[in-house]
């Protein structure tokens, strides 16, 4: 087991055991589909994220419970084998670890999952281990363990860490409202958007996110890039980058909030942290599942420095477009 970890990134997630299998086409009706290829990893938002953090050199941490069951327990190697802390993974007797079986369409990397939540119980706020949550500089979240995440979120607002959000497309549930005040970093997909402040132009979407108090507030949408506002109105777009071939695009937007994070513990500027966490989310989309390729730190600089060095374009809000016309 990876040792205890200094102050760095806490995951508060649900982990799944993925069976990742490639096909020519997605099944329509009864039948047989073979499988061109397959492999079998741990994935869940939050989880894939801290695997992430820790291949780029992140002290990473864990807490979540699953079942005392062979799912569970293959869970446990994959966190060990990227390094993350697991002495908060809790095992029940008797209870089903999550499972998903991913179909991933050969000719674009398209996706179609099948889910079985498993039936291990939440965690519970006397359940948290405060030492550890005081002591990490970023809670990183995504709703699961409700609603002991929100106990978890003002620890480490009460502590003076950060507390990360990533609202995954079709996740969005009313209850959030009470969670995102506590939000610092608050990195959302274009769908949770719509759902949350209803659709519209990126710019007033993330105005309308960044009411809710929080230091960053972000927008992702694939191969469209993603959106930022900061708290000091610094706004910018990071365009998405290309990769020779799409293997798979599972997890790539856990990988995206992964790297984001490890770059900001690691104390780069926001715009460096965008421009490296795209990059990350890019490769890892040439490999086959969520954790099938996560790069490390100096994969993503060899990466990147065969681009083009504009590293962002900055977005102008409608009142700053005002001012420049009246000048």
């Keep these: 087991m990876p040792r205890e970890p200094a102050p760095g990134i806490v995951g508060f997630g649900m982990s799944v055991l993925d069976c990742v299998q490639v096909v020519d086409s997605f099944p329509a009706q009864g039948g047989v589909t073979r499988v061109l290829e397959s492999a079998t990893m741990g994935g869940g938002p939050v989880p894939t994220a801290l695997c992430a953090a820790a291949r780029l050199g992140a002290e990473t ?64 706020e006397e359940e948290l281990p405060l030492d550890l949550l005081r002591r990490c500089r970023v809670l990183h979240l995504n709703g699961r363990h409700w609603p002991a995440c929100l106990a978890a979120a003002r620890i480490v607002r009460e502590a003076g860490g950060l507390v990360s959000f990533d609202g995954g497309a079709h996740r969005y549930d009313p209850k959030f409202e009470e969670l995102l005040p506590l939000v610092d970093l608050l990195i959302v997909a274009a769908d949770f958007a719509d759902r949350a402040v209803g659709a519209g132009e990126r710019e007033e979407q993330l105005r309308r996110l960044a009411r809710r108090g929080v230091k960053l507030a972000g927008i992702t949408d694939g191969e469209r890039g993603s959106w930022f506002l900061v708290s000091d109105g610094t706004s910018f777009h990071q365009p998405a980058f290309a990769v020779p071939r799409v293997v798979d695009t599972t997890g790539c937007g856990d990988v995206f909030h992964g790297a984001f994070l490890a770059e900001v513990v690691r104390g780069e500027p926001l715009s460096v942290c965008a421009r490296r966490a795209s990059a990350a989310a890019a490769m890892a989309a040439t490999g086959l599942g969520g954790r099938g390729f996560l790069p490390t730190l100096g994969e993503v600089e060899g990466f990147l420095s065969t681009l083009s060095p504009t590293p962002y374009s900055y977005l102008l809000l409608p009142e700053e477009r005002l001012a420049n016309d009246e000048e």
């Design 61 to 124: 941490a864990l807490l979540d419970r699953v079942g005392d069951d062979w799912r569970g327990h293959l869970l446990r190697a994959d966190y060990e084998r990227f390094g993350v802390f697991v002495g908060h993974l809790l095992h029940e007797a008797g209870r089903r670890s999550t499972l998903g079986t991913v179909l991933v369409r050969r000719s674009d990397g398209e996706r179609h999952l099948i889910y079985d939540e498993g039936d291990a119980t939440p965690l519970a």
